[in-house]
């Protein structure tokens, strides 16, 4: 049910037309490659030369790819930036991959990327002359009150001057020391924290005694690589810097003006993707002197479409193509589509969170979804709430341009608002407050609350078991589906009756009734059990461990009672809020009160949403799929584009 029907297609046709039937096959964004290279190893055009160059050239234009990606990101740094909602809502452009090759020969690509690769690249180096600059003014303003070059301070006959640096201490033991020596004069250029700058003047004849004693007081000298005194060199840095600076400006505005350029990256990234995409599904073919063959698989429903698209590009005579149903041994190999339509496909995305289902299963998603509905509206449950989510989610959806996935994501929550408004009726809560109409209050009717929770986990796990039932009885194994399916439905039918005849309508005749529909049911099971064993007796003994899973059911049931927990737990805290804003003085609570109010809840509805969402799945999860679905199938993946900047027209009916 809502598995779309797939059909395993095999086309041959000449060399010279494999790349137009490539794209073609991928503008429809709908056919699987089937890797059919390895069955035919031993073809001279399959051999390793060829594979390698084809992945060489896979390589080459995947290095493109990011090539742009890198353009368009560095580019997009200095464009004018559109505001966030105008951004969502200017839809994407949407072209074939014909039209962009048109537009693309409109323009010198090359020269196009190679201005962005050279502007980036001057900015780099100009990002580092000016990182330079900033250390070398760092530098030079320590030692700006120099007024000599300490290179050139040896000319000197009879006196020697040396500049360096001591370090800083505590005491100032160093500088202290060498301010007493008799031998040597000490003027002080700058002081930080960490050294002293100084310019030491000594008599040359004392020069080999004056240098032990600077090295003994740690004493560096200053290594000096500019051409004039620092307060020079710091204003020729000035004077560079703001050249610099205006070329740079230059620079940047130049690429604020490139929206046509960013076009064209875009245009580039998609073609270099859909090109590599090529070439690696070109791996998967036979290829033969002349002709070449695929296979893969494609949706029934859209067998007419491949055909059209061959058909647009060559004529019928020059290829073709078998359409075959799935056969029994390509079962497992086969992608699964799901095909539901608009109120439940949004709740495929829960499906696969837990797993697709494999081709020959059932879709699980129509009958999960009525009941993470009910739960997620029973655990969120205020009618101020779902006014939230109904009224965010409508308007994303018809004003803003979204992709596929998130799109489906909104309308997935949309649609959960419908139950949470219903739900806030029900329990008569607006923000926490209590609406004149209240059904079930979360205050007064808990047990009637925990009870419809109860109610629904066994409806639920009830469905589950018809289901294992049905997927049992129609794969022919009769005893395992009374054994795993109609038994446990008997034996629960049966507890009804017994509760409903002895707690709800007290009737003698009931009771007994439903104490034998459910003795028939256990009954059943071990019967079904014993015969589809060899050993009858083993048999019998895996019918009562069979039974055994009775505490597991009741485990199951329990966990629904965190429909009624977290729904009633969500109304205490709103109502709890409000009470803090009502103890506020008059005056505060439409000032600071408001803002409480907005801030708290939003708080709470994150929470709430949270919660709804997550446990809504683990029920899902794990007491309903674990009554019947196994899962494991894999999604398809058709030969595409990656649709990151423009989508792909798609003229076909399918």
Known sequence: MAIAKMNKLKLISFQ??????????????SLELIDIS??????????????????????????????YQELLL?????????????KLRTPKETLTIQEMHEQLAKVDRDLITG???????????YDRVLDSLSEDEIFLAKWQKLTHLPNRTSDQAFIRILTGTVPQTTADTFIREMKENPLIFIEEVFQSKEEYGINV???????????????????????????????????????????????????????????????????????????????????????????????????????????????????????????????DDEVAKVPTVLNNNRFISPFENITAMYSLPKYNEIDPTPFLAPFYLVFFGMMLADLGYGLILFAATAIAIKFFRLDKSLKKNLMFFHLLSYPTMIWGLIYGSFFGFELP????????????????????????????????????????????????GVGWIVIFVGLIILILASMVFPNAFLATLGKGVAIGGVAAILIA?????NNKAAGFGIGLYNLYGITGYVGDIVSYTRLMALGVSGASIALAFNMIIEFLPP???????????????????????????????????????????????????????????IDLKNNYNG
């Open 437 to 484: 109409v209240v059904l079930l209050s979360t205050m007064d009717d808990v047990n009637t609350i925990l009870l419809l929770s109860v109610i629904f986990g066994v409806i639920q796990i009830l469905l589950g078991l018809g289901l294992k039932a049905y997927l049992l009885f129609r794969d022919k194994d009769v005893l395992g589906a009374i054994s795993d």
């Open 201 to 327: 003047a000594f008599d040359r004849r004392d020069e080999n005694e004056v240098v032990n004693f600077l090295n003994e007081n740690h004493f560096t000298m200053l290594n000096y690589e500019f051409e004039d005194i620092p307060e020079i060199e710091l204003k020729r840095i000035s004077r560079e810097r703001n050249q610099i600076l205006e070329e740079v400006s230059v620079l940047k505005n130049q690429l604020k003006g490139m929206q046509n350029e960013e076009w064209v990256l875009k245009l580039l990234i998609e073609t270099a993707y859909a090109k590599f995409q090529r070439i690696r599904a070109k791996k998967m073919l036979v290829d033969e002197r002349h002709l070449f063959v695929l296979e893969g698989w494609l949706e029934k429903s859209k067998v007419d479409d491949i055909r059209e698209v061959l058909e647009e590009r060559i004529t019928s005579d020059n290829f073709a193509l078998v359409v075959d149903d799935v056969q």
């Open 74 to 86: 560095f580019l997009r740094g200095y464009l004018p930036q559109q505001k966030m909602l105008d």
């Open 529 to 533: 059990s014993s015969l589809a064993a």
């Open 38 to 67: 390895a069955e035919y190893a031993d073809v001279p055009a399959m051999r390793a030369a060829n594979r390698e160059n084809l992945d060489s050239l896979s390589k080459e234009w995947e290095g493109y790819y990011n090539e």
């Open 16 to 29: 010279n037309q494999k790349n137009s039937i490539l794209e073609g096959i991928q503008s429809l964004q």
């Open 115 to 125: 201005t962005i690769s050279k502007a980036r690249e001057d900015l780099k180096n």
């Open 587 to 645: 005056l505060a609570r439409v000032t600071i009160g408001i803002l409480l109010f907005v801030l708290l809840h939003t708080v709470n509805i994150g929470l709430s949403l949270l919660s709804a969402y997550v446990h809504g799945a683990r029920l899902i999860f794990v007491e309903f799929f674990g009554k019947f679905y196994e899962g494991g199938g894999k999604p398809l993946e058709p030969l595409t584009t990656s649709e990151e900047y």
